[in-house]
């Protein structure tokens, strides 16, 4: 028998609460079972214990969702185990048939239910602001955060956590992973500060998808930023035009490249004054250390990915090829459209 039923407190307890019962006769092997014993619940349910609630409260409420059979029996038991006053507030999901011993475990732990929010690479912060206060179980708002300063990826939280402080722990998974990328950066790199890669890494992040191509793609930038020549990228023509404030709507046309903004980088050479959207680590750490090539061009090449040359003679026949195929793809729309209007 386990030694903490040995004591006599606890077996006076027992003892009362099974005469009232109608036995005492083996009162605290009973209870020992009932304590271990499969609880009533059918399926796994989610409960939350409101903030200030006592022990008797919890015990209560917990019997009468279904999830233990004996409130009084599970509060002798949490103050013999001296955790009646240290049971955490929050939301909870009890697995099905969970015992007491099992109940009161997780509520001593503090085990709540973790709610996540995903942050994918590349929003701009008007976006992630977005998808943050649309998430559900939080409280308060947060305001958009400074361009390029939040690190994207999947966080948890719990019931009713601040969104600020959030958006806060987002800012700080930034700095540490920049912090600790910019301490293996490769040599002789064209930017000089942390801020300067992550502002390049913006336009990594915005230029292709494709995890493979990162570091190639931000060799072309690293290349061209080395030589003097203007990076001519066409996702920072896009954030001269709307600041991150909203979609363009639009392809980008010949005249747009021609927009008098530091943002856009054909219009002005080296690096826009901030980062254009926000980068993920991947993207960080392809421009801290990017492939060895000499290659200074890319286009898409429609399949996803892109073509690379290093000459401007190679990059021009990508450039032919590729408007082949939007051609052919313009041409396609057109047909499905007429089809889906005849139908």
Not at 58 to 82: C, N
Not at 229 to 253: C, F, H, M, N, W
Not at 318 to 323: D, F, I, L, M
Request: aromatic residues 6%.
């Amino acid at each position: 028998m386990p030694a903490f039923l040995k004591s006599k407190i606890f077996i006076a307890l027992i003892v009362v609460l099974a005469l009232g019962a109608g036995f005492a006769a083996g009162a605290v092997r009973w209870a020992f079972q009932q304590i271990e014993a499969p609880g009533p619940l059918a399926a796994a349910q989610v409960h939350i214990v409101p903030k200030g609630a006592g022990m008797s409260q919890i015990a209560r409420e917990l019997e009468a969702a279904g999830i233990i059979a004996d409130s009084r029996l599970f509060r002798l038991y949490a103050r013999y185990r001296k955790l009646d006053s240290g049971l955490h507030a929050g939301e909870y999901e009890f697995q099905s048939a969970a015992s007491m011993e099992g109940v009161l475990a997780q509520l001593a732990a503090g085990k709540t239910v973790l709610r996540f929010v995903t942050i994918p690479e590349g929003l701009t912060s008007r976006e992630a602001a977005a998808l943050v206060a649309v998430a559900e179980g939080m409280k308060g708002i947060a305001d958009v955060p400074a361009e390029g300063s939040i690190l994207p990826e999947t966080y948890t939280f719990t019931l009713d956590e601040n969104r600020a402080a959030l958006v806060g722990r987002m800012r700080d998974a930034m700095k540490d992973t920049l912090a600790e990328l910019w301490a293996k950066r490769a040599e002789n790199l064209p930017v000089s500060t942390p801020e300067e890669a992550l502002v390049l890494a913006s336009i990594v992040e915005k230029e292709t998808g494709l995890p493979e191509e990162r570091q190639r793609v931000a060799a072309v930038f690293v290349n061209r930023l080395n030589r003097g020549i203007p990076l001519q990228s066409d996702p920072t023509v896009v954030y001269a035009i709307t600041k991150g404030e909203r979609e363009l709507g639009r392809p980008l046309r010949f005249k747009d490249l021609e927009v008098k903004d530091p943002y856009n980088t054909y219009y002005r050479a080296g690096l826009p004054p901030g980062p254009i959207c926000n980068p993920g680590r991947a993207a960080l750490a392809a421009v801290l250390n990017p492939i060895e090539s000499k290659e200074l061009y890319f286009v898409a090449d429609g399949t996803g990915g892109h073509a690379f040359a290093e000459t401007l003679a190679q990059h021009n026949r990508n450039v032919a090829k590729w408007r082949k195929i939007q051609k052919k793809q313009r041409r396609q729309q057109r047909q499905q459209q007429q089809q889906q209007q005849q139908q």
